[in-house]
């Protein structure tokens, strides 16, 4: 690999894999730099026509002639080496980077870097703090693991002052990352096609906070013992926030409803304002705090971020409204480790809903098989389960995990769970299942949205002849 991308000419790029949230907020960065961008994926999104759109060239395939011309070639973790662009490329001679290289090579060159890394709740926070940071109307540069409509989508470019991006811990694609600012939400074993165990997530997140100098910050979670454990030491300043009582940054006297939240903010025990949130769930007063801490460093007082947070009425796909069916209304969320799913369905049940259902859609066979065993806890405030065909996605190889053996291991403590097969399986069950009064939830990282796209008429209910 390349030491480093020099990013001051204008090249051509092409993104092998551009219609990840990740890579398409990167590829429409370099796009407003002047660069040629062209790129592959294996289907059409809004993301990939927006690029269009904006100039790109979208191929929807994975061939060798894709490459040619480039003269530098970025792409994902989730590509694999056999890649036939990949293995062009190589032979060209093309330099490659990782997505997480050019994400470290942008934000390097911003006066000041923010990188917000945890194991949930990042595309929330960013989004958070973008808009606090456009509240005090400083120019910052915004990527969103997210579509945001207040960006209508998943970027914005700044002025260069500030820059301010997730930090994906999957393959330690954060430690090519050199902020000023760093966040860790929280930290917990997931990605278990990369990370060995718990420990070794840790010791990710550890170097992740190393790399901040001397005069940088860490804002962190206290209550986390995961996150606690990986403090001592640093060299950094460490800010923590939490709603415990030795927190720098606490959160009192919380109202939640259906609607969102409200608290009052403690800064070293001392009260320093009031929040109003839109977004319900106390994981969300959690995320606040955290960008209220990111908002202080930078000059911000808690009144312009109460502006800020007046402004973020949610991101697409993170408890996102899809709409009605049958009087029902039907939600969707990435919720995908159990933790995310037990915090998602806890604000499910704030709503004043008759049955709250689930249609989860595991990812990974590696994540189910060695989360099988927390999965059914998760699910304790859903009246009905449906799960879903596990997705797939990078993976080649099933290790012995199916849909089916989870939900026969959730049916031993949970009423109503149901292995359902396709998603076309799930649309046309709660075609006829829902009433009035019911809330359906879908959960996923993968295309579960995809079953409310069915109920709501924007996509068939029937497969197509060869998906048969």
């Given at each position: 690999?390349?030491?480093?991308?020099?990013?001051?000419?204008?090249?051509?790029?092409?993104?092998?894999?551009?219609g990840g949230i990740s890579m398409s907020a990167l590829a429409n960065v370099l796009l407003q730099r002047g660069w040629q961008v062209s790129g592959s994926d294996l289907s059409r999104s809004s993301l990939t026509e927006r690029l269009a759109e904006a100039g790109a060239t979208v191929y929807y395939d994975h061939k060798p002639s894709n490459v040619e011309g480039a003269q530098v070639i970025?792409?994902?973790?989730?590509?694999?080496?056999?890649?036939?662009?990949?293995?062009?490329?190589?032979?060209?001679?093309i330099p490659i980077y990782t997505r997480g290289e050019l994400l470290g090579a942008l934000m390097e060159e911003a006066k000041y870097g923010i990188a917000i890394s945890g194991s949930h709740g990042k595309t929330t926070t960013t989004s958070m703090v973008g808009l606090i940071f456009e509240a005090a109307q400083l120019e910052a540069t915004l990527l969103v693991g997210g579509e945001l409509d207040n960006i209508d989508g998943n970027v914005k470019v700044g002025n260069g002052e500030y820059f301010i991006a997730e930090a994906c811990e999957y393959f330690d694609n954060f430690l090519n990352l050199r902020p000023n600012l760093g966040v860790i939400l929280n930290i917990d074993a997931d990605h278990h096609d990369y990370f060995k165990d718990l420990a070794h997530v840790k010791?990710?997140?550890?170097?992740?906070?190393?790399?901040?100098?001397?005069?940088?910050?860490?804002?962190?979670?206290?209550?986390?013992?995961?996150?606690?454990?990986?403090?001592?030491?640093?060299?950094?300043?460490?800010?923590?926030?939490?709603?415990?009582?030795?927190?720098?940054?606490?959160?009192?006297?919380?109202?939640?409803?259906?609607?969102?939240?409200?608290?009052?903010?403690?800064?070293?025990?001392?009260?320093?304002?009031?929040?109003?949130?839109?977004?319900?769930?106390?994981?969300?007063?959690?995320?606040?705090?955290?960008?209220?801490?990111?908002?202080?460093?930078?000059?911000l007082d808690v009144e312009t971020c109460a502006k800020g947070f007046e402004l973020y009425k949610g991101t697409h796909r993170r408890f996102y409204l899809q709409g009605e069916y049958?009087?029902?209304?039907?939600?969707?969320?990435?919720?995908?480790?159990?933790?995310?799913?037990?915090?998602?369905?806890?604000?499910?049940?704030?709503?004043?809903?008759?049955?709250?259902?689930?249609?989860?859609?595991?990812?990974?066979?590696?994540?189910?098989?060695?989360?099988?065993?927390?999965?059914?806890?998760?699910?304790?405030?859903?009246?009905?389960?449906?799960?879903?065909?596990?997705?797939?996605?990078?993976?080649?190889?099933?290790?012995?995990?199916?849909?089916?053996?989870?939900?026969?291991?959730?049916?031993?403590?949970?009423?109503?769970?149901?292995?359902?097969?396709?998603?076309?399986?799930?649309?046309a069950y709660l075609s006829q299942e829902l009433r009035p009064g019911d809330l359906v939830i879908t959960m996923g990282v993968g295309d579960v949205y995809r079953v409310a796209d069915m109920l709501l008429g924007k996509e068939s209910m029937e497969p197509a002849a060869n998906q048969q």
């Open positions: 690999m390349p030491s480093h991308l020099h990013l001051k000419q204008p090249r051509h790029a092409h993104f092998i894999g551009i970025i792409y994902t973790s989730a590509i694999r080496p056999e890649n036939p662009e990949l293995v062009r490329a190589r032979e060209l001679g010791r990710s997140f550890r170097r992740f906070a190393e790399l901040l100098p001397p005069t940088g910050h860490l804002v962190a979670h206290s209550d986390d013992p995961n996150v606690r454990d990986i403090l001592p030491g640093l060299n950094c300043q460490v800010i923590t926030f939490g709603l415990e009582p030795d927190a720098d940054w606490r959160a009192v006297n919380m109202q939640l409803h259906s609607g969102g939240s409200s608290f009052d903010v403690l800064h070293h025990g001392q009260k320093v304002g009031h929040i109003v949130l839109h977004v319900p769930g106390q994981h969300h007063i959690k995320n606040a705090l955290a960008a209220i801490a990111i908002g202080h460093i930078n000059g049958n009087g029902a209304r039907i939600y969707d969320d990435v919720a995908h480790h159990p933790k995310e799913i037990k915090a998602t369905l806890e604000t499910a049940k704030t709503f004043d809903a008759k049955r709250v259902i689930s249609v989860f859609q595991p990812h990974t066979h590696t994540r189910t098989k060695a989360l099988m065993h927390e999965f059914p806890a998760a699910f304790v405030d859903s009246d009905m389960v449906l799960i879903t065909d596990i997705f797939m996605a990078r993976e080649v190889d099933t290790f012995g995990v199916t849909a089916g053996m989870l939900a026969d291991l959730m049916k031993k403590t949970h009423p109503n769970v149901r292995h359902i097969g396709t998603l076309y399986d799930a649309a």
